[in-house]
């Protein structure tokens, strides 16, 4: 079980480009959730997957949108980036309606936006 | 809206100590709480999930409580190494699977 994979590993930006950031879920699980994190903060939850639906958003713009597909996998999708968007981002999967256990998170993607 | 906040912030402590890192939430209707670790530049390890129905759960040399009605989590982490440096991050999550974060405690454990 190759668990959560992301990609790339490393990105480099400039102001006002767009992003895609990628998530390959956990066997089994049917759920993406995606957090950014600052440096020296905690993850923020942005948004999160279910049945190819957006279930629940946390407080991010428009310009940060997502997408999942039929066989769960999903992807970030960042317009117009700015300086503060230089973050890791981190996707976490889990099994809706499964037994409660702890989401398994991917290594991450650290964007840098210049 | 739910908050979560993490003392201290930064610990540094020689091989063998017995520590203790607090977690305090706001809003006592959580689902679950967890205890996570973060290497620098890499992504979460889970180390404990508490149930909101449990008290505790213990891993090893680590044991996490819960107290809901107070708001607290403690994770206590029995005669320290220097590879237990890392950040640990508390999370409170609903039934959504959704987490809020507190911003962590960055521990240095010295030989």
């Known amino acids: 079980d190759a668990g959560v994979t992301q990609s790339p590993t490393h990105l480099i930006k400039t102001r006002g480009q767009q992003v895609t950031l990628r998530c390959s879920p956990k066997?089994?699980?049917?759920?993406v959730s995606w957090y950014q994190q600052a440096l020296g903060q905690g993850p923020q939850f942005i948004f999160q997957?279910?049945?190819?639906?957006?279930?629940q958003r946390g407080n991010f713009p428009d310009r940060f949108s997502g997408h999942q597909f039929p066989n769960y996998s999903s992807e970030l999708n960042v317009n117009a980036l700015l300086l503060g968007d230089s973050a890791l981002y981190l996707c976490a999967s889990s099994l809706v309606g499964g037994p409660q256990e702890t989401q398994y998170f991917g290594p991450g993607t650290r964007l840098l936006v210049l | 809206k739910q908050e979560v906040t993490q003392i201290p912030a930064a610990l540094s402590v020689p091989e063998g100590e017995n520590l203790v890192l607090n977690c305090s939430f706001t809003d006592s209707a959580i689902y679950n709480l967890q205890w996570f670790r973060q290497d620098p530049g890499k992504g979460l390890t889970s180390l404990l999930l508490i149930q909101s129905s449990q008290r505790e759960q213990t891993s090893g040399r680590l044991n996490a409580s819960l107290d809901k009605s107070s708001g607290r989590s403690t994770l206590y982490i029995a005669a320290s190494q220097p590879g237990d440096s890392a950040t640990y991050l508390c999370?409170?999550?609903?039934?959504?699977?959704?987490?809020?974060f507190g911003t962590g405690t960055r521990l240095q454990v010295f030989p």
């Open positions: 999370a409170v999550g609903d039934n959504t699977d959704k987490l809020i």
């Open positions: 066997s089994g699980h049917d759920t």
């Open positions: 997957y279910y049945e190819e639906e957006e279930r």
